[in-house]
């Protein structure tokens, strides 16, 4: 059983279009992220739930909004997309809150044309 | 906020050899983590640290938090094809509500065999 996976693998879309990206873990954690990584391999938080509440947002623009329906999944659904959108999401999750071990998904690889 | 400067950036060395890759901050951490990305796949943890001076082995890998709590170094020994990938360093944020990771630029190893 994979321990935190994520929907699409893939996803190729046009700018101005509005996608999502779902996210499941079955690890029983509390605490789930999303990740982005650039062309550089830099990998940068976005978005922090714990308990299905939203802990961190780190400056991400007001398109992208994450939603917990539960602790067990975080979705990640951007309106008006970009150019700049385009890159490799990672969905991760942790035990609980603070705990720096955190577990990362396969990654959706998003391109805007 | 706090950076990670992970060096080297690329590593290209034949199979057998050993390597060593270090990680440093502007700050002091109270972790230090070693992530491994696969091409294509999600980063998945090698080795954490929590205490300062700590050496921790997994199988041919070999981590040390520094002393100065500024720095951690991971070594690998007799590398072999399938070490191929990005290394990265991480550690958390100096603690009140806004926990996050932060992640080095990656250290990206090509074995020749």
């Known amino acids: 059983d994979t321990a935190v996976s994520q929907t699409p693998k893939y996803l190729v879309t046009q700018m101005g279009n509005d996608k999502s990206i779902k996210c499941e873990q079955n690890?029983?954690?509390?605490?789930m992220y999303w990740y982005k990584q650039d062309s550089k391999k830099f990998l940068k938080i976005m978005f922090s739930?714990?308990?299905?509440?939203?802990?961190i947002n780190e400056t991400v623009p007001n398109r992208f909004s994450p939603k917990s329906p539960d602790k067990a999944h975080l979705n990640l659904h951007i309106n008006s997309l970009e150019l700049g959108d385009s890159a490799v999401y990672f969905c991760?999750?942790?035990?609980?809150?603070?705990?720096?071990?955190?577990?990362f998904g396969p990654g959706t690889r998003l391109t805007v044309l | 906020g706090q950076q990670l400067n992970q060096s080297p950036q690329s590593m290209f060395i034949q199979e057998g050899e050993d390597v060593s890759m270090n990680c440093t901050s502007s700050?002091?951490?109270?972790?230090w983590l070693w992530y491994k990305q696969d091409p294509g796949e999600g980063p998945v943890l090698l080795i954490a640290?929590?205490?300062?001076?700590e050496l921790t082995s997994n199988g041919r890998l070999t981590a040390q938090f520094g002393i100065t709590r500024k720095d951690s170094f991971l070594n690998i020994s007799a590398s072999i094809p399938s070490d191929v990938g990005i290394y990265f360093c991480?550690?958390?944020?100096?603690?009140?509500?806004?926990?996050?990771?932060?992640f080095g630029k990656g250290t990206l190893l090509t074995v020749n065999p």
């Open positions: 991760a999750s942790s035990q609980d809150w603070g705990n720096n071990e955190q577990f």
């Open positions: 690890l029983g954690h509390d605490t």
């Open positions: 739930y714990n308990n299905k509440e939203l802990i």
């Open positions: 700050s002091i951490f109270n972790t």
């Open positions: 640290l929590y205490k300062a001076g």
């Open positions: 991480a550690g958390p944020n100096s603690g009140g509500s806004n926990y996050k990771l932060t």
